[in-house]
């Protein structure tokens, strides 16, 4: 008899779980000037599909900022930030509460996988009313530059915690999502609430694409 092994998630925040509607680049902005004093709006830069610290590198090598102060503007982002969410809190997807209500009451192992920086992906989690202790493990967008390399390491946190290997599925919105999952040989599942339709997805390798999570739920 085949034993399927136990399976582990890994989600995607912004256009998969939550809309935080531009704050995140605001807070992006604001935060660049309170660290530097550098004054960007930013329209020229793509956040879906990226991390914080490679849109970080991206500016400042334009700006020529010094890394010394990365830890500070890691601070300064997530402060202005969370005072904002306070304010307008996320939208919370279709089907996100009853998918992650039905993959936490299952054997699976929850984990994140995103571009935001840790702190910033609990603010973003916690001001949308979504519960991030079931999120064992993760990668985080201030650990390191490349999505692929973010999923490296939520998997091999996971493995190492547990002790034995996964069936992994990352769950995203965009391209950059589904390329992490290929890179761990992960199935990816794809949801259209971001910038990116169902053609570009399955173009992109999706193994799965759905409108929104209310139908990504465990097998029976």
């Not at 956040?47 to 890394?67: C, I, M, W, Y």
Request: charge should be negative; proline fraction near 4%.
């Amino acid at each position: 008899m085949t034993v399927r092994r136990r399976q582990l998630v890994l989600f995607d925040i912004d256009g998969t779980l939550v809309d935080v509607r531009g704050a995140g680049r605001r807070a992006f902005a604001e935060a660049l000037t309170l660290t530097w004093g550098i004054v960007d709006d930013l329209h020229d830069i793509r956040f879906a599909g990226a991390t914080d610290l490679g849109v970080l590198q991206q500016l400042r090598q334009r700006h020529e900022l010094p890394e010394e102060q990365v830890p500070a503007f890691f601070h300064h982002m997530e402060r202005t930030l969370a005072r904002a969410l306070i304010i307008e809190p996320p939208h919370v997807y279709d089907g996100v509460r009853s998918c992650l209500s039905a993959w936490t009451n299952s054997d699976a192992m929850l984990g994140l996988l995103t571009g935001n920086a840790l702190r910033t992906a609990h603010v973003k989690l916690e001001t949308a009313g979504l519960d991030r202790s079931p999120f064992d493990v993760g990668g985080y967008g201030d650990e390191h530059h490349d999505r692929n390399e973010l999923a490296r390491l939520a998997v091999s946190r996971a493995v190492s915690g547990a002790g034995h290997d996964f069936d992994v599925v990352v769950v995203g919105d965009t391209p950059a999502d589904i390329a992490a999952a290929k890179a761990v040989g992960a199935t990816a599942v794809a949801v259209t609430t971001g910038h990116y339709d169902e053609a570009a997805l399955r173009e992109a390798g999706a193994d799965l694409v759905l409108p929104n999570l209310a139908g990504f739920v465990p097998d029976p």
